[in-house]
Nanobody, 125 residues
Framework: QVHLVESGGGLVQTGDSLKLSCQASGRTSSINAMAWFRQAPGKEREYLAVISRGGGRMLNADAGKGRFAISRDNAKNAVYLQMDGLKPEDTAVYFC??????????????????WGQGTQVTVSS
């Protein structure tokens, strides 16, 4: 009964910035952690970052290389992914995910009960 919708993707050039948004609806009071993943063609889904309702954070240093940041606005039931210095290797479908209060911050996709449909990010030279 929790629904997630991503937005903000598009076609950009190397070095550009994007801010992705994920809007939650439904029984949003049941949500604890919200996370970002991405999946490129021919590759497995990759964890990027997670943030709890209280603001605790965990990032995948091997993915964004310091160029990505996650934030959250509980009043708006939204989570964001700021991406700077984009590279062609960042081209992928970006997904947001959420879990309930029984689960804390985690990098494992299987621990998330709710998923959005994804938003495409394409980075050209």
């Amino acid at each position: 009964q929790v629904h997630l919708v991503e937005s903000g993707g598009g076609l950009v050039q190397t070095g550009d910035s994007l801010k992705l948004s994920c809007q939650a609806s439904g029984r949003t009071s049941s949500i604890n952690a919200m996370a970002w993943f991405r999946q490129a063609p021919g590759k497995e889904r990759e964890y990027l970052a997670v943030i709890s309702r209280g603001g605790g954070r965990m990032l995948n240093a091997d993915a964004g290389k310091g160029r990505f940041a996650i934030s959250r606005d509980n009043a708006k039931n939204a989570v964001y992914l700021q991406m700077d210095g984009l590279k062609p290797e960042d081209t992928a479908v970006y997904f947001c995910a959420a879990n309930g209060h029984s689960t804390g911050i985690t990098a494992q996709a299987g621990d998330y009960a709710y998923w959005g449909q994804g938003t495409q990010v394409t980075v050209s030279s």
